[in-house]
Structures are given as C-alpha cells and as structure tokens.
C-alpha cells in the first residue's frame, strides 16, 4: 500500500468528518425522564431516554464515536467496506451511519437475535452476517477485516472513542439535565454493560467531576461482568445465557473497567421482563429489556436507601425501544416457550413501587 494518503483520500475523511458532526448538530439531545414510585418519598428516580435517539438506542451515540475514531486514526478511506459484531442495536445504528457517509456496512451478529433488529439493518440497506455461537461473533468480524474492511469494534474500541471529559457525552447530558432538580448529584447512577463503554464513560466522569455519586452496573444473573467484577478477572465467563439483549455478555469485555464500578446487581430474565412491563405502564410506550434490568436495579437501591432512611436521586437509562422485541419479549407465547414467568416479579416488584420494601417471589 502507498504510504501516504492521497489529497483526494484526505479530502474524503474530512467531508465525513464535516458529515458526522453536522447530525450531531441537527439532532436534539434525548430526555431525562422523572418516573412517580409512591413507595420512595424523598428519592427521586429519573431515566434517560436512549430510545429517542433517530436509530433508537444508546447506540446512536457510540456508533457516531466509532465512525470518528476510525476516520481519525486513518483507519477508514472512501469506498471502504465497513463491519462490526453486534447484538444489533450497535448495527442499526452504525448501518444508520454508513448510509449517511455512502459505505457499505456488514454486521455480524448472533442468529437468534431479535428478528425486527435483523430487518432494521437490512432496510438500511446493510448486510447481515449470522452466525450461531454469539461466541465467535468478533472472530467472524476480524475474517472481514482481513479481507480489507474497516472493523469498527465496538467490543474492543467502545472504551476508548468516546471522549469520557465531556463533549456532551452521556455523563456530562446527565448531570447537566439534572442541575435544577432537589438533588442535583446523584446518590448512584445505573447502567447495562454491554461494550461497557457506557460505565466506563460514567465512572470516569464521576471522578473527572469530583462527584461523590455511585456507578451501579445492573446485569443478567451469572453474567460474566457480574463475575469478572466480584474476582477482579478479567477472563471470568458467564455461568448462564440470558434473553436480555445488549447486555449479559458471555465473557469479559475488553471495555469492562472493573475499578469505577461500585456495585453490580444481578436480575432474573423473569425480573428484567416484569419491570420493562412495568416501564411502559409508567411511561407510557415501550422500551427493551436491558431498561427493564436497569429499573430492577433501580428499585433495589431506591429500597436500601428507603431503610436507611436516606433521600437523593438515582439515575437511569432506557436503552432502547420496545418495538425491536415484539416478537420476542413482549410476546407471550415467546416468553411461555421459554418458560419464563414475569407474573410472580411482577408482583412483588408491584409491591416495593407501592410502600418501598424490597422483596423476591
Ligand atoms: C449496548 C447496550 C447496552 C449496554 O451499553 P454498553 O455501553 O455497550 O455497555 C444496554 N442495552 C442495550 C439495548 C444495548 O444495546
């Protein structure tokens, strides 16, 4: 290959630059949502909502960071084929994005993903690339770098592309939407890890900030973050499979940063699944199950700090929307298939809303 780029190439970066951060200026930034819990006087718990991002997830955001970071390492050139492994809501958006700039995108994902995530990046007029362990997604990813695309690893590279000092990331929209609420720095924020970029971001903006706020990490019951965080092992896998897409991965992540995370919470599927019900009974529409995850978490902590007899603000996210899992979560005959029960969840999480305590079915 020829050393240095041509001016034609360099022209070419700088006009998907000048592209990228064009949408960035003509998109809103999303909601922090207060929700009502009768059982929790003096907490307040808010939800930012991730759904109302044009691709329909938190991955608006990384996948716009993952497209700059590679065009400025020089890693991406006019033409170039571009892939990345993804449980899909990473593809949607990164697909969203590689319409925009006028580059082919492969996403790599498990078969088993949710069939509406698979449509959604085809009407973007992306290919997808199935395999059937959701294992060897990011090996199947690097066989198409290999052969000349641009790997946009998100799993390897989530951490790193976002500017976690500012620049309006996900941190710094919080904390600024939150300033004239009655309590204004968070007693814990609450997240997924997928990437783990998101903790990561959050974590290390929180000390940037000299903030005393608590990062919770809300995961599948037995998923490898779970575990890597509790051994301090980085080769920790999980010890169950999990229906709660985007989170719950099998094996540590590269992005996982253990040290700026305070706590982890883990949540049966049954769980999960209650509370994103309940989500949209308080809400109003429909969000995925890693919000669900997120608002068990929520209620959890809400309950520690109910008995202590503390008052503060807990802050969340909604991940993405409900509509991708209509075939899957929000179908009962799916759920029944699989032997999952939210009612019992449901109930008791019904419960903890209403006087505050924390209980299991
Ligand atoms: C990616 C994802 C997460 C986790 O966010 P990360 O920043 O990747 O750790 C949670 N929920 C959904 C729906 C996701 O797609």
Request: proline share 5%; hydrophobic share 45%.
């Amino acid at each position: 290959m020829n050393g240095a780029t041509s001016d034609a190439g360099r022209d070419w970066v700088h006009g998907a630059i000048d592209a990228l951060e064009r949408e960035a200026a003509r998109s809103a930034d999303t909601h922090l949502l207060k929700i009502d819990l009768p059982g929790f006087p003096g907490i307040d718990v808010y939800f930012k909502d991730e759904a109302a991002h044009p691709t329909g997830s938190l991955k608006h955001r990384l996948a716009r960071s993952l497209y700059l970071y590679a065009l400025c390492n020089g890693r991406l050139r006019e033409g170039q084929a571009v892939v990345d492994a993804s449980s899909g809501s990473t593809a949607i958006a990164e697909a969203w994005f590689a319409r925009l700039l006028g580059l082919c995108f492969t996403a790599v994902m498990p078969a088993c993903t949710a069939p509406a995530k698979i449509r959604a990046v085809e009407a973007l007029g992306a290919t997808c690339d199935l395999v059937d362990d959701p294992a060897t997604v990011r090996t199947r990813a690097r066989a198409h770098a290999v052969a000349g695309a641009c790997d946009l690893d998100q799993f390897g590279l989530a951490e790193r592309a976002t500017d976690w000092r500012g620049n309006n990331n996900i941190a710094e929209s919080i904390l600024g939407q939150l300033a004239r609420e009655p309590h204004p720095r968070p007693a814990w924020i609450v997240c997924g890890a997928g990437t783990g970029g998101t903790s990561a971001t959050i974590g290390r903006y929180l000390r940037y900030r000299r903030l005393p706020t608590r990062l919770c990490v809300a995961e599948p019951l037995g998923g490898a973050f779970a575990r890597g965080w509790r051994a301090h092992d980085a080769d920790a896998c999980a010890t169950r499979s999990t229906v709660i897409e985007g989170i719950g991965r099998p094996r540590v992540e590269p992005g996982f940063l253990f040290d700026i995370v305070d706590r982890v919470v883990e949540v049966p599927d049954a769980a999960s699944i209650a509370a994103m019900h309940l989500l949209e009974a308080l809400l109003g529409r429909r969000y995925g199950g890693s919000s669900g995850t997120n608002f068990v978490a929520c209620l959890r902590l809400a309950a520690a700090m109910r008995a202590r007899g503390e008052c503060g603000s807990i802050v969340s996210l909604l991940c993405d929307r409900g509509e991708r899992y209509a075939e899957t979560l929000f179908d009962p005959g799916w759920l029944a298939a699989r032997a999952l029960d939210a009612a019992p969840w449901r109930a008791a999480l019904l419960a903890c809303i209403d006087d505050g305590g924390w209980r299991e079915p």
